[in-house]
């Protein structure tokens, strides 16, 4: 640092830059834990029952599987006799084909979006390897890009990448979208958050 006059403005806008370009990747990093969070969700009620949501769970939902079952065959009047509730336990129950959610803290997530709930749960641990698959490629592929084409011109490539994906991310339509939106995302805030780190590096220990 002595050789190019000690720290100065300079190396402090430069680290300030170089921190900026890293914020995005945390974000991205824990998104899931929002986009995707531990979400209570249950069996949608048929659009000719008008019950509430607790008489619905106390009648209709068995109390083993609340989440993915209800009962077969309901009909208001179950809802209305008592005697009705002793026999829940011996019906047949079948799988839900649509859901409700708690949205009392996320009006709208991917879950409910696609429900992506009980057999389909399994699609979320998809989208977060597809997410770190993109860690893994930009991290391999991108360092020796950078060392070719220069590290700017990476990190403002990679910026674009990106923010493109991102922008698209939010208006996905399918799961598919979203998952192949998530990977891209990886790519550009990896390469631009390891790139920019090799620059803070080489610009300031010189």
């Known amino acids: ?13 430069i680290f300030v830059v170089i921190l900026m370009c890293s914020v995005p ?6 998104a899931m834990s929002f986009l995707a ?20 769970k106390a009648i209709a939902l068995p109390p083993n599987d609340k989440h993915c079952s209800r009962y077969r065959n309901l009909n208001i ?16 129950t ?27 749960e399994w699609l979320v641990s998809m989208s977060k ?4 698959a993109g860690y893994f490629i930009s991290s391999t592929v991108f360092s020796f890009l950078a060392d070719k084409y220069g590290r700017r011109l990476l ?6 990448i990106a923010v493109v994906s991102a922008s698209i991310c939010i208006f996905s339509t399918s799961f598919l979208m979203f998952a192949i939106c998530r990977f891209f995302i990886a790519v550009g805030v990896t390469a631009t958050d390891n790139t920019a780190f090799v620059l803070s590096e080489y610009g300031i220990t010189i």
């Open 25 to 30: 990747d945390a974000g991205h990093n824990f």
């Open 77 to 92: 009047s179950d809802f209305h006799q008592d005697h009705f509730i002793h026999n829940f336990t011996k019906r047949e």
């Open 37 to 56: 969070p531990n979400l209570d969700h249950w069996c949608a009620r048929p659009p000719h029952l008008n019950v509430s949501v607790e008489e619905w």
């Open 129 to 132: 390897s597809i997410f770190l």
């Open 155 to 160: 990190i403002t490539v990679c910026n674009i």
């Open 94 to 120: 079948v799988a839900c084909d649509s859901w409700e959610y708690d949205k009392s803290v996320y009006r709208s997530t991917v879950l409910s979006e696609w429900n992506l709930v009980c057999d389909r």
């Open 1 to 13: 640092m002595d050789f190019v006059g000690g720290e100065g403005r300079w190396q402090r806008w």
